[in-house]
């Protein structure tokens, strides 16, 4: 490489920089205007615009504007040695030399110039004469930057849309609340469906009480859609203890006990013996419960009066309870077990009441045993003579209830 090459490029490399300079402030000047403009218009209307990795983005645009602008203004080598011939009044003839190259190998006049151009290019001292400079926008370029940063540490939200974005939320909050309030009605209307269910069986009575109204949540961000969840859930865990309920054995025992107590012959009158057998006969064992304690008043009164229409009415009474107590003594109703034995297991109409009658005069275990042990060569499945076995069971538990009942009765007839 020649000593004018040499001083050329270095010169060229020099310039170079400062037009990199030049355009990387012009470039950090526009990207700072672009982020003020969009920090200003955040502030104004609150657009949550995250703030300072808008002004990395900003800067980050800066470095491909530096670039383009850079390569539209990129110094030629012909440009850099004029610039070198005004620096250190060599006449143009560094540039003479570059603009010859190598043609002025062919022509004497040329070699001369080259010869000439190479003596004064060895005693010129380029960064002496191309210095490295300050961009002229470089203030302009600062006082932005830091005119931005004091912006964003010190300039409040104005909000400026903030009247009619109250307006729209209190109109939004209104329409929530009414739509949270028709979902909480209408589970309040399915609830009440499920406490009148429950307490129309007596074994449900507890879980009636169980069952608490919605809450609305304490969030006031809450949605309706929170609102719907947790009336959904509540309806499911209703759900789900009403089904553990229906399959609980000792319902399963009490609806078997109401269903012999259907059988009853209620005594007419609204006496309160009569108002018992009725109560018992609908399965009604809160109203029984009331109606024996009507008895049990009259009684203590027609015993302490002890004259002879009390005496009568006493009696009456009496007989009352012990015709009750009969009753309850010999229900007894094995019809459609036995329907399910000829249905499932094939047996005739007489066998299936003739094995009933067995098992009747049996151990409530030993029974239950030996309707396994008939069942098991009957070709029904383990499930079907499971279930045979405890209706059995259920009949049984339910015999036993009434009968019970029906000794009570006696007691207190007595």
Known sequence: MSVIQQKVNRARQRLMANVILDRAAFAILI????????????????????????AWLALTLAAPITA?????????PLQA????????????RLSTAVALGPSASNDPF????????????AIVHVPAHVRLRAPALWPWTTAAVVAAVILAFT???????????????????????????????DFEVRLNKFKEMAEANP??????????????????????????REAAQKIDNVTDRLAARQNDPKLESLRETQRLLSRLDPQAGQDPGAQLSQSLAQGDFEGARKSLEQMKKKLEDAARTGDAAARQQLKQMQQQLERLADQLAKLDDATYLRKELEKKAGLSEA?????????????????????QRQLGDKGMSQQQIQELVRKFQQKQQAQQSCQNMGQCLAQAAQ
């Not at 383009?68 to 030629?76: E, L, N, Q």
């Not at 066998?351 to 309707?371: C, G």
Request: glycine content about 2%.
């Open 110 to 121: 040329a070699r001369l110039a080259l010869v000439d151009a190479e003596k004064k290019a």
């Open 351 to 371: 066998d299936a009441q003739k094995l009933l009658d067995q098992l009747s005069k049996m151990d409530p275990k030993e029974a239950a045993k030996e309707l």
């Open 68 to 76: 383009i602008a850079t390569y539209y203004r990129r110094v030629s």
């Open 31 to 54: 990207a700072t205007g672009l982020w003020v403009l969009v920090f200003l218009v955040e502030r104004a209307f609150v657009l949550h615009i995250p703030i300072w990795t808008s």
């Open 203 to 228: 074994a449900l009575k507890d879980l009636a009480t169980d069952l608490e109204p919605l809450q609305m949540p304490d969030q006031p961000t809450a949605t309706p859609e929170d609102v719907r």
């Open 155 to 185: 300039m409040p939200e104005l909000n400026l849309l903030a009247g009619a974005k109250d307006k729209e939320n209190e109109e939004q909050l209104s329409q929530t609340m009414a739509e949270k309030q028709a979902i909480r009605q």
């Open 81 to 92: 040695a004029a610039v070198v011939d005004q620096a250190a009044g060599l006449k143009e």
